[in-house]
T-cell receptor, first 113, second 115 residues
Framework: GQQLNQSPQSMFIQEGEDVSMNCTSS?????WLWYKQEPGEGPVLLIA?????ELTSNGRLTAQFGITRKDSFLNISASIPSDVGIYFC?????????????FGKGTKLSVIP | NAGVTQTPKFRILKIGQSMTLQCTQD?????MYWYRQDPGMGLKLIYY???????DKGEVPNGYNVSRSTTEDFPLRLELAAPSQTSVYFC??????????????FGPGTRLTVL
């Protein structure tokens, strides 16, 4: 099946610092999604990207859809303690199977106050 | 709206036992999914359904069965529980309404341990 490589696996940062994480694939995706999962909860959608090269923001979060369609990046500016959680990227292809998402393994973010 | 609800939250099973994980959504979504999440891993798709009466296998269907008799409910059945099925199970749903299928809404999960 398709694989998404998400990095880094984990990060420890000081409150106020900016964070960057990325996701790469050997396959092309038509949609990239970024989810956040907090302990004991299901993933919650943060940002959805639909076009190659698209840059989308949601508050302090900014995500980009790579022009090759094989990667995506998520940046968090001025981190705060409530940013703690696991961030997942997910890719979706079109055509048969377009209703399915492929998930990365996640980036675990810890914020030190 | 309650969104996607799952029961139970936690369960411990003995090897060979069976159980059904319940999932209900009240958003009138046509697509529903079951994932499992193992430690340090992403979500793996077990089964999905594109509407009542229609189900199909995902990436890791072995050892599981599903049914979709109504739009709202999508139960996941484990017939002979094995330790390899110890995991956190998430149900999700989305609405296909002429646009891209993308935003899947997730339930809070069921943590299952098989001993």
């Amino acid at each position: 099946g398709q694989q998404l490589n998400q990095s880094p696996q984990s990060m420890f940062i000081q409150e106020g610092e900016d964070v960057s994480m990325n996701c790469t694939s050997s396959s092309i995706f038509n949609t990239w999604l970024w989810y956040k999962q907090e302990p004991g909860e299901g993933p919650v959608l943060l940002i959805a990207l639909y076009k190659a090269g698209e840059l989308t923001s949601n508050g302090r979060l900014t995500a980009q859809f790579g022009i090759t369609r094989k990667d995506s990046f998520l940046n968090i500016s001025a981190s705060i303690p409530s940013d703690v959680g696991i961030y997942f990227c997910a890719g979706q292809t079109s055509g048969a199977g377009s209703y399915q998402l492929t998930f990365g393994k996640g980036t675990k973010l810890s914020v030190i106050p | 709206n309650a969104g996607v609800t799952q029961t139970p939250k936690f369960r411990i099973l003995k090897i060979g036992q069976s159980m059904t994980l319940q999932c209900t959504q009240d958003m009138n979504h046509n697509y529903m999914y079951w994932y499992r999440q193992d430690p340090g891993m992403g979500l793996k798709l077990i089964y999905y359904s594109v509407g009542a009466g229609i189900t199909d296998k995902g990436e890791v269907p072995n050892g599981y069965n599903v049914s979709r008799s109504t739009t709202e409910d999508f139960p996941l059945r484990l017939e002979l529980a094995a330790p390899s099925q110890t995991s956190v199970y998430f149900c999700a749903s989305t609405l296909l309404a002429g646009g891209p299928v993308n935003e899947q809404f997730f339930g809070p999960g069921t943590r299952l341990t098989v001993l």
